[in-house]
């Protein structure tokens, strides 16, 4: 039986950890914290529980398919519920909700800006064919070679894609008001990069949004990793904690162990779903890099975010599930990320209210709450600054409830860029992968398969198809598939 080490049990190592051992692999998931999950991470405290990473259940199909594979739905594992509102932003001068149902949210376009509302339906009827030609054709692609867009399905989109147009000058067409811009250009938020810098294709992200829905998981974020974990187990995957990967052993071309502190996993094949930069930069002999550090240092990266979770000593029944406070400077923060990286002067941010929805996630009559705020990946970070901006949105969050909280918060932890470099050996300490841009885009990403070790695979946010769980659900899938075609 043919070996299969999985470096790393984030959701990507995961689902092709699942694949692998159903097709028959003996596998061995080396994980180098103590549970499955990678970045869906969560911790308890006080009789709360704080989901840590991914906090959006979006494309929920993508879910239930995989779970299909191994004879489960998603109803074995966790109730989903859709939340309505799907979400609320704060401006400056007033709170806009968005509906779940989208008749109420072209009505409510129409009472923002008139005639937006039939030019949102035609924007959305677009955005479902990206979706779905996406969904089809280009997130499966292993991203090895321009051949693979040359299908001719693939190719005839191209164009109908708006591979090559910016989805900041597509939204323009759609809505003047800079309210409504910032709503349909919110979702881009996630893959990394600007507006302006993001192709048209991730309107198909507004389309996720708006028509497939915002889900949450009940139980908390954390259920998914748990469901994921199980199938694994499921077809006989074993899993190691607190297992970092130290280095490996080669022979001819391959690697033929993967070495911990104190084991050697001697190994046919291996898939990381590790930090592509650590693994490729810091853990392979220098004769095997793919890459050279200045390959590295001149990606494009996503966000860091700064983490806030605090556990509040009574209910902020003025805020939903989700709260995004864009009463600051759209331009202006997302200059301070991707153009001259410093801490923000004003910065937006999220809160995520999960105890709006789910009693289970913290003491009756107490809020769940974490605070998110986007960082430019490297930034230094302290304890004093960290605070510093935890304060500042605090006071953003009592001006829009109109009240005081900070002195019934009972529960605070912070964390942000450092930690994610600790405890995730993440490459500048980012939150979300590689920044979606056109050069960064398929075939321009890190490659799924190592350039010097034949039997080396990648999977995860810093590879095909990109960030995002649906994303790693189904690069995950890929680089299975891709060791399993090399078999052949």
């Not at 899993?239 to 071309?253: I, Q, R």
Request: a neutral charge; proline letters at 6%; one cysteine or more.
């Amino acid at each position: 039986m043919q070996r299969v080490t999985i470096i790393g049990s984030g959701i990507a190592g995961l689902s092709a950890a699942a694949v692998l051992a159903q097709q028959g692999f003996d596998v061995l998931v080396l994980e180098k914290n103590d549970k499955p999950g990678g970045r869906i991470n969560y911790f308890r405290e006080d009789g709360f529980s704080f989901d840590m990473g991914p906090s959006w259940y979006w494309m929920p199909q993508v879910f239930e398919d995989f779970y299909a594979k191994f004879g489960y739905e998603t109803s074995d594992f966790y109730n989903l519920l859709r939340l309505d509102p799907s979400y609320k932003v704060v401006f400056e001068d007033e709170t806009v909700s968005i509906p779940s149902d989208f008749k109420q949210l072209k009505a409510l376009f129409e009472t923002i800006e008139k005639g937006t509302g039939k030019k949102l339906e035609k924007f959305l009827a677009q955005a479902q064919y990206k979706y779905e030609v996406g969904m089809s054709e280009f997130v499966w692609k292993p991203g090895k070679s321009i051949m693979e867009f040359m299908q001719l399905k693939v190719f005839k989109s191209f164009f109908k894609l708006q591979m090559l147009q910016s989805i900041s000058k597509e939204i323009s067409k759609v809505v003047k008001n800079d309210k409504l811009r910032q709503i349909l250009e919110f979702p881009v938020l996630f893959l990394g990069a600007t507006p302006q810098d993001t192709p048209a294709l991730y309107s198909l992200m507004n389309y996720a949004d708006i028509k497939l829905g915002t889900w949450y998981p009940e139980g908390g974020m954390y259920k998914i990793a748990e469901a994921f974990y199980k199938i694994a187990l499921d077809q006989g995957v074993k899993f190691k904690f607190n297992s970092p990967v130290t280095g490996f052993e080669y022979k001819k071309g391959k690697i033929s162990a993967a070495l911990t502190a104190n084991e050697k996993h001697s190994t046919n094949f291996v898939v990381s779903n590790a930090d592509y930069h650590h693994i490729d930069q810091v853990l392979i002999d220098p004769t095997y890099r793919s890459y050279t550090p200045s390959y590295w240092d001149n990606r494009s990266m996503a966000p860091s975010s700064l983490l806030v979770f605090l556990g509040v000593d009574e209910k902020l029944d003025e805020l939903e599930h989700h709260n995004l406070f864009f009463d600051a400077d759209f331009d202006e923060h997302a200059h301070q990320i991707y153009k001259e990286p410093n801490w923000p002067d004003n910065p937006l941010f999220y809160v995520c209210c999960p105890s709006q929805t789910d009693t289970s996630v913290a003491p009756e009559g107490k809020e769940n709450m974490f605070l998110l705020m986007p960082l430019a990946p490297n930034l230094k970070d302290s304890a004093a600054k960290n605070e510093e901006y935890c304060e500042l949105m605090i006071k953003r969050i009592e001006k829009h409830i109109g009240r005081p909280f900070k002195d019934n918060i009972i529960f605070k932890k912070h964390f942000s860029v450092g930690d994610f470099k600790t405890t995730y050996n993440a490459f500048k300490g980012n939150a979300y992968g590689l920044a979606n841009t056109l050069s960064q885009t398929a075939i321009l990403k890190p490659s799924i398969k190592s350039k010097k070790l034949s039997n080396l695979y990648f999977a995860g946010q810093l590879t095909t198809p990109g960030p995002g769980l649906p994303p790693s659900i189904i690069s995950g899938q890929v680089a299975a598939q891709e060791l399993i075609n090399d078999l052949q």
